[in-house]
């Protein structure tokens, strides 16, 4: 079955430091992935997403590239704001399908 | 923008009871979902419903789950016997069309606290 592993977190950073959040993943197709992001108190929003092998999603400074070869979409954002705390799920689903299979989400706290 | 709305943003009921959790999708939407966290834990799959009936469910939609559309607005999870394990936060979704290219956008969620 499909399955996504995103890092451990939480992750703490301070303003303007670089943020890295691993995710791989394991899937029968051809999967597409998403970054979702939700903030205290709010619903699972989408941040990015690709498609396809070799896709990079972006959105708000945040990265992310779409590898088979390594089966990962690691999500990237050069330098990282107070604003930008939130918990991020890494997710897929197949092309054909609907159900989106999620990661364990990772808390990132970014300090003043 | 539009947006789904789910209320109410929290639920208490007793083990036994009956709860409906209630969603608006957005209203050009065809496809809807229903996902459920338990607190600490992965954000799971519960069904996916279009044209008035269920096109997929996992293995934790067993039958004391039902979901219905009732006026074409509307789209609700029904939990007949709530159990002490059913306590989560419940997100509902709905997407355009079915598929990886239609993002799901999601409600701000439901906490359901079974005592």
């Known amino acids: 079955g499909n399955s996504v592993t995103q890092m451990e977190g939480p992750v703490t950073l301070s303003e303007e430091a670089f943020l890295t959040i691993n995710c791989t993943y394991t899937a029968t197709g051809y999967p597409s992935l998403f970054w979702y992001v939700q903030y205290p108190g709010e619903g699972l929003q989408l941040l990015l997403k690709a498609t396809k092998a070799d896709d990079k999603g972006s959105n708000k400074g945040f990265e992310a590239t779409y590898r088979k070869e390594t089966t990962s979409f690691h999500l990237e954002k050069g330098s990282v704001q107070v604003s930008d705390s939130a918990v991020y799920f890494c997710?897929?689903?197949?092309?054909?399908?609907?159900?989106?299979?999620f990661g364990e989400g990772t808390q990132l706290t970014v300090n003043p | 923008e539009p947006e789904v709305t789910q209320t109410p943003s929290h639920q208490v009921t007793q083990m036994g009871q009956e709860v409906i959790l209630r969603c608006v999708p957005i209203?050009?939407?065809?496809?809807f979902y229903w996902y459920r966290q338990i607190l600490g834990q992965k954000v799971e799959f519960l069904v996916s419903?279009?044209?008035?009936?269920?096109?997929?469910k996992s293995e934790i939609f067993d039958d004391q789950f039902s979901v219905e559309r009732p006026d074409g607005s509307n789209f609700t999870l029904k939990i007949r016997s709530t159990k002490l394990e059913d306590s989560a936060m419940y997100f509902c979704a709905s997407s355009g069309n079915r598929g990886g290219n239609s993002p799901l956008h999601f409600g701000n969620g439901t906490r359901l606290t079974v005592t």
């Open positions: 997710a897929l689903t197949e092309t054909s399908g609907s159900r989106l299979t």
């Open positions: 209203s050009n939407h065809l496809y």
């Open positions: 419903f279009y044209n008035n009936e269920i096109s997929e």
